[in-house]
């Protein structure tokens, strides 16, 4: 079981950006203080809901901060940038950080963030696959040129390579993990066709989680994938923590906090096209959470993710820390987590 935290860098409300991040960062050296196995980090652009543009430079970062925890992106947006250019930075921070980097890629939403960097509503509803492949691309061979619809360039030199890491463990000299976000049955085959493993939201239970898992299995077989690899994916099921002496005083310190961040952070979003969106009950979403999630005792923590690897064969976890908004309370909910928590899973 790898336990790890989902960093948001959320701003709640009466916070600047700057406590935001800070909070993000002191809550990642205590994870791997406290004995975690990953740091998450989320990506946004324009709302307090998160407030790191650039999962990969907050990556590049921690990595700087940390010497033996895995760090990871979850999600780098990829029809908001071009995947040369994030393919180059991933094999930059695996390099430097001797293979501690992972790279979590997804479809981001149909908001404005689309107008201002350029990729259109085309990029969103139609450009996934092509950009996800120009990246594994990217991340797996010497020479690469870009001969789709979106993306056309001549065959250019793959510098530095992401599978040249000094001392690599990976039996096949790979470059850094790469998981795919997954919303909808379409994105669930694109990520098994390539037998890369999944990355599923913190608003699924664990019975959705189980038939995505299901659904991917089958079809990584019926593209050619190994038994034993299949068997083996190292899909990451997000969800929240919040660890107290008492069950009660947990929830009530995510009922109190999280739905002034979610009404004022998810209500920031724009969509690019105008189009209609109705927004989760604050209230509703985080009662839901606090349900789904380890929210309580460290005994009911670990036994919620128990259940939840033993219902869907996940057993790697990325953990929304910051439900409090507060900084001291997220430090020891962290350290809770990594020293009362994980080892009842051992």
């Not at 908001?80 to 921070?93: D, K, S």
């Not at 992401?162 to 790979?174: F, R, V």
């Not at 002034?260 to 109705?278: E, I, K, N, S």
């Amino acid at each position: 079981m790898r336990v790890g935290t989902f960093v948001l860098a959320a701003q709640f409300p009466g916070q600047g950006p700057g406590e935001a991040l800070h909070r993000a960062i002191r809550s990642a050296e205590v994870a791997e203080e406290s004995g975690l196995d990953s740091v998450w980090l989320a990506e946004h652009h324009f709302v307090p809901y998160g407030v790191c543009p650039s999962a990969v430079t907050l990556a590049a970062q921690l990595l700087g901060r940390t010497r033996r925890i895995r760090v990871g992106t979850a999600v780098s947006v990829l029809p908001t940038q071009h995947p040369v250019a994030l393919g180059e930075q991933a094999a930059l921070l695996h390099l430097t950080s001797g293979g501690r980097f992972s790279l979590g890629v997804g479809r981001g939403g149909p908001w404005v963030d689309l107008e201002v960097f350029g990729g259109g509503l085309e990029a969103y509803e139609k450009g996934f696959p092509e950009s996800l492949g120009l990246l594994l691309d990217w991340l797996r061979e010497p020479r690469v040129a870009g001969r789709g619809e979106r993306y056309a360039f001549r065959e250019v030199a793959v510098v530095p390579r992401a599978d040249e890491l000094i001392g690599a463990e990976e039996a096949d000299g790979a470059g850094p993990e790469v998981i795919v976000a997954c919303t909808s049955r379409t994105t669930v085959e694109l990520a098994a066709d390539r037998g890369l493993p999944m990355l599923l939201g913190m608003h699924c239970g664990d019975e959705e989680k189980a038939e995505m898992v299901a659904l991917w299995r089958s079809r990584a077989l019926a593209a050619g994938t190994a038994p034993e690899k299949v068997r083996g994916a190292g899909h990451v099921s997000a969800g929240v923590a919040q660890i107290a002496d008492r069950t009660e005083d947990a929830v009530e310190t995510l009922v109190k906090a999280m739905p002034g961040w979610l009404r004022q952070g998810l209500g920031a979003h724009v969509t690019v096209d105008g189009r209609h969106r109705v927004m989760r009950d604050p209230v509703g979403y985080a009662e839901l959470l606090c349900g789904l999630h380890p929210v309580g005792t460290p005994e009911l923590a670990a036994e919620r993710l128990a259940v939840t690897a033993e219902r869907t064969g996940i057993t790697r976890f990325a953990l929304l820390v910051e439900g409090s908004g507060d900084l001291v309370a997220t430090e020891e909910n962290v350290a809770r987590l990594g020293t009362e928590v994980r080892p009842l899973l051992e």
